[in-house]
């Protein structure tokens, strides 16, 4: 089987498993998911749509944010950790979107990854959920299983990893896939114990399930 007939299967037994393939950071608009996917940096999405709610509530629009100091963005935002850093990223990308954009998220992709504090999970983030556009959103969970699944070979660095998906996976499924990911890591294939393999939807496809990969190294790719 190749990897690209595996990603196929793999593809539709998660759309059969996980029907809806929401995103797991409550947004509205644009603007606000640009702000919680930087938040969500080693932070937990549950923690992070609890605190955007005062965020919000304070700051309801990129120019709001954009006149608060880095001070005041981080009294709110500091449950979520790294608050100076996060802060500061939130602040400089609110202010790039009110002078060069005009207070819009812009849907190139070229153009988020020039935003202060986007890098390519984000952008590939927005270009998929708000924009509806072929992504794939690298975050530990999709490095973690893909890994497991046979459909990356070892692969770590994010970056790398995408580039090796995006040969396998067709672009309209990418961002569904990824969120599907996401739900199956937390259910089924933890990063902090072995794969539940037994309860598994994939796993007569998948190659720790089947024996054929080897469940080491697990801790360099969560």
């Known amino acids: ?60 629009s990129p120019a709001a944010l954009a006149a608060a100091t880095p001070e005041e963005i981080e009294e709110i935002v500091k449950p979520c950790g790294l608050g100076k850093s996060k802060a500061r990223d939130i602040h400089k990308c609110m202010t790039t979107l009110v002078e060069q954009y005009n207070g819009q998220v812009p849907d190139d992709f070229d153009k988020l990854l020039k935003l202060p504090g986007v890098g390519r999970k984000s952008a590939n983030l927005i270009m998929g959920d708000v924009f509806g556009k072929p992504a794939i959103v690298t975050d530990t969970h999709c490095i973690r299983l893909t890994n497991r699944m046979g459909l990356v070979d070892g692969i770590k660095d994010p970056k790398k990893v995408e580039m090796a998906l995006w040969k396998i996976i067709p672009g309209e499924k990418g961002s569904d896939f990824c969120h599907r990911l996401v739900y199956h890591g937390r259910a089924v294939c ?6 539940d393999c037994e309860h598994c939807c994939v796993k007569d496809v998948c190659v720790t399930a089947c024996g054929v990969g080897t469940f080491g190294t697990e801790s360099a790719v969560r």
């Open 1 to 60: 089987m190749t990897k690209k007939q595996r990603a196929e299967k793999i593809i539709d037994l998660l759309e059969k498993e996980y029907p809806l393939a929401d995103c797991t950071l409550d947004y509205d608009e644009a603007w606000k998911l640009l702000v919680s996917v930087r938040l969500a940096a080693q932070c937990t999405d549950a923690r992070v749509n609890v605190v955007v709610k005062d965020l919000f509530a304070k700051y309801p």
């Open 190 to 195: 933890s990063a902090r114990t072995k794969p």
